[in-house]
């Protein structure tokens, strides 16, 4: 079972919601049905195409990625190296059990993909500072946490999900304040 929990703030709507619900049942009815009708549509990964970037390191060639869905093509990955000195995405790509979210292990960022929002959060990810300094860390962006489960582990993410089209400019404001953080740090020592 895939679940995406979210923050606790909402509850109250949700109640509120269920007791309007509940006074009119005619209304949950309908409700219920076109439920039935919007959960039947799986999330399908149609194709995965390869981007080659050039050679990475010393003899290992850098690849992006363009995902290919039934809802849509993200191709937020097709100039980030995800994948390095391989082209077996199948050890880099992991729907979940639910077919509604990827795990993109990439080779400085973990990604998790909400492919019928077209939103993207990151797990994981490698910040490098201006003189060779590195922080491989669990990025912590704004007050919005989730939890997705249905992989083989469980993941709380603390950068919020995001359009793909905004992905890059959001992801680098949280490595450019990361930077400054570490050079402050390092000038500190």
Request: glycine residues 6%; contains cysteine.
């Amino acid at each position: 079972k895939c679940i995406k929990f979210v923050p606790a703030r909402w509850a109250s709507t949700g109640r509120l919601f269920l007791r309007f619900a509940a006074q009119k049942p005619p209304f949950m009815q309908a409700l219920q049905g076109i439920a039935k009708q919007v959960m039947r549509r799986e999330a399908v990964v149609e194709h995965i195409e390869l981007n080659p970037l050039g050679e990475f390191r010393m003899g290992c060639d850098a690849y992006g990625m363009t995902i290919k869905t039934n809802f849509g093509e993200i191709e937020t990955f097709r100039d980030v190296p995800v994948m390095i000195g391989q082209t077996d995405h199948s050890k880099f790509v992991e729907q979940s059990s639910c077919k509604g979210y990827l795990l993109i292990k990439g080779a400085f960022a973990t990604y998790i993909v909400d492919i019928k929002d077209q939103t993207i959060s990151v797990y994981r990810a490698t910040v490098r500072g201006v003189n060779n300094e590195w922080c491989d860390e669990n990025p912590i962006y704004g007050k919005e946490t989730c939890h997705v489960q249905g992989f083989s582990r469980h993941y709380h993410l603390q950068f919020p999900f995001v359009r793909k089209d905004r992905f890059h400019q959001v992801f680098g404001d949280y490595e450019a304040l990361r930077r400054r953080q570490i050079q402050e740090l390092t000038n500190a020592l």
